[in-house]
């Protein structure tokens, strides 16, 4: 089961690769994770944040794997705990979803194509994070549920 994550936006502070870098060497045991970056566009030149919300939710649904089950990261999303998580990513395993891609929106969040095409949502709180965060957390929770589901050592 390949896991994708499609993130608006370049890492551009050595600290947030570093932290994605490891998750991504952790999860390679267990699946293949691979990073689509799509490039931010910012409002000014685009002609406002929806014209630019719709620049780059293009560039998201042509990163999307075609049969993927995609999983939209967003603020009023479903919230799982971690064992939640795992258990859902084994569910959809289970239910023949054998790719995954999960996607994290810029900073005034994705347009209404991206959300009409996401097959649910996903909540890390009520909090508001960084979209560079938001890419570590994920990660670092996708390796946690690879952990979980096979009951090894990790997860406390």
Known sequence: MPFTVVAVGKLKEKFWKAACDEYLKRLQPYLRT????????????AGGVEAARKKEGEAILAAL????HAVLLAIDGMERTSEGLACRLDELVVHGKSDIAFI??????????VRARADETLSFGRITLPHNLARVVLLEQLYRAQKISRGEPYHK
């Open 34 to 45: 691979t990073v689509k970056e799509v490039p931010d566009v910012d409002p000014a030149r």
């Open 104 to 113: 994290i929106g810029g900073s005034d969040g994705v347009s209404d194509e």
């Open 65 to 68: 794997p075609a049969h993927a």
